[in-house]
């Protein structure tokens, strides 16, 4: 697509205005470096009631920009997930800004030692097109809550929730408090490249990469919340009608369009066929119909259906069987709906086992005993979600202590995500970092160290001249 002089001109003027509000929110924490506890936890409760005021408006954004996403959906998934975590954090502030006292050792008494929690400045918030509530208002959520000012850039695959994000915010915040920053590639390359005091990207490992290499020029900090295949394990004693179900709901979630959805399953040889005939009748239940049905969420553009079209295509050209979960059989050549597919006998030159799938499509890999399992997860990149379903004690301490990944729920997919009281990150290529909770507030402060003596200074002892009484007896007392 060829861009025209319009869009020149808007992505030039958008450009100058990140680079104009950078600078007055750099300016504007210089005059407000420690907003206090109450201010906090009032900015929490705008930005709550703001939420509340807009949920219908922006729940119908979403739909717009999706073609098809439920409001439902978007209400459980990022309204009522947000609203949750401000509430957590607003009852919790008081607590996380008290200064932390530390030990003192003998040696350097009498002083004292504490930690203080500061916050950093401005902070970026990079956002994808998946949640584009969600990703957008947490990280702004616990910047705020750490006493920081904050820019977010949003997708330019979501323009409807955009603008709809951005006039929420702008009846309660200025801009030299929260601004929003709209634009493509080239705004969004420049925003990545701006010396923030912390860069929060939620998105691809990919471009995960390139931003972390932009903020590597300013020696900026990253939180990256990237991806990756997060597998579930369906372990030997699991009743399949418990797991399936659960499986259902997590890879259905906005028609598998989620960071943390199951991504491939690891199901005990043989099982095969049990599987795919549960899931087909949990499924209906759920969803009677696809294409028509409002509950089931539309692939977000057709560059993306496109792709996960061309992905089975692949599959199935190399020798996949495809299992399509259609309950009523429609068809959907004119839709971006993309009922499941359910892709068996896999190989690792498949793009579908290559790659995080971000969409509705499963494939099956068996194994004989839980260490090939083990091994087949651990052979590949380390995954921001893995999910084990099994009630057995022991077969979920093996899971747990022999495998690598950024956050875990056993007999349940994605609702790890939904604890407040637990950070949220990936691990190596799903990426780096946590927030959520008292984990963000931590993220997104600077604990400061400080050390603090009184008239009294026991540590002349041992200035120079060196050699004297009490310093050998300092070596002697210590130095051991």
Not at 126 to 145: D, F, K, S
Not at 261 to 272: N, R
Not at 405 to 432: E, K
Not at 462 to 477: E, H, L, N, S, V
Request: proline residues 5%.
């Amino acid at each position: 697509m060829v861009a025209t002089v319009t869009d020149i001109h808007e992505a030039h003027a958008e450009l100058e205005r990140l680079h104009t509000l950078f600078r007055q929110q750099k300016q504007a924490f210089r005059k407000d470096p420690m907003p206090s506890a109450e201010r906090r936890i009032e900015q929490l409760d705008q930005l709550r009631m703001a939420l509340l005021k807009h949920q219908d408006n922006l729940a119908e954004a979403v739909n717009a920009d999706f073609s098809c996403r439920s409001r439902d959906e978007t209400k459980v998934a990022e309204i009522l997930t947000t609203i949750e975590s401000i509430k957590y954090a607003k009852a919790r502030i008081r607590n996380w800004m008290k200064p932390e006292k530390r030990h003192v050792g003998m040696l350097h008494a009498p002083s004292s030692n504490q930690l203080i929690y500061q916050p950093l400045g401005v902070i970026g918030i990079m956002v994808p097109w998946n949640y584009p509530i969600q990703l957008a208002l947490i990280p702004l959520m616990t910047a705020l809550a750490a006493g920081n000012r904050a820019m977010i850039k949003m997708s330019e695959f979501t323009p409807k929730i955009n603008v709809a994000l951005k006039a929420m915010l702008a009846e309660v915040f200025d801009e030299t408090q929260v601004a929003l920053i709209e634009g493509e590639v080239e705004v969004s390359s420049a925003f990545s490249e701006q010396a923030w005091d912390h860069l929060i990207f939620t998105g691809s490992t990919a471009v995960g990469k390139i931003v972390m290499a932009a903020a590597a020029k300013n020696l900026t900090p990253v939180t990256l919340e990237l991806g990756g295949k997060s597998p579930t394990i369906i372990a030997p004693d699991m009743n399949m009608q418990d797991a399936v179900e659960r499986i259902a709901f997590g890879k259905s979630l906005n028609a598998g369009q989620t960071c943390i959805a199951p991504d491939y399953i690891l199901l005990p040889e043989g099982k095969q066929q049990e599987f795919i005939d549960t899931y087909q009748a949990k499924f209906a239940q759920m969803y009677p119909s696809v294409r028509d049905n409002d509950d089931y969420t539309a692939i977000v553009n057709e560059r993306q259906h496109e792709r996960l079209q061309a992905w089975v295509k692949d599959a199935e050209e190399k020798g996949a069987r495809i299992t399509v979960v259609n309950p009523k059989n429609e068809t959907f050549s004119d839709t971006r709906k993309m009922p499941l597919h359910i892709v068996e006998n896999g190989t690792d030159n498949m793009k579908v086992l290559q790659e995080e799938l971000f969409g509705p499509i499963l494939p099956i890999v068996t194994y004989k005993s839980l260490d090939e399992a083990i091994d087949y997860i651990n052979d590949r990149d380390r995954p921001l979600a893995l999910y084990l379903f099994s009630y057995d004690q022991t077969i979920q301490e093996k899971i747990l202590s022999h495998t690598h990944a950024g956050g875990v729920s056993i007999n349940d997919t994605l609702m790890h995500i939904a604890q407040d009281d637990m950070p949220f990150g990936g691990v190596g290529p799903s990426g780096m970092g946590h927030y959520h909770g008292k984990e963000g507030f931590i993220a997104l402060s600077k604990a400061k160290a400080v050390h603090k003596k009184g008239k009294y200074n026991s540590g002349k002892f041992i200035y120079p001249p060196y050699g004297t009484a009490i310093q050998k007896m300092i070596y002697k007392i210590f130095v051991r």
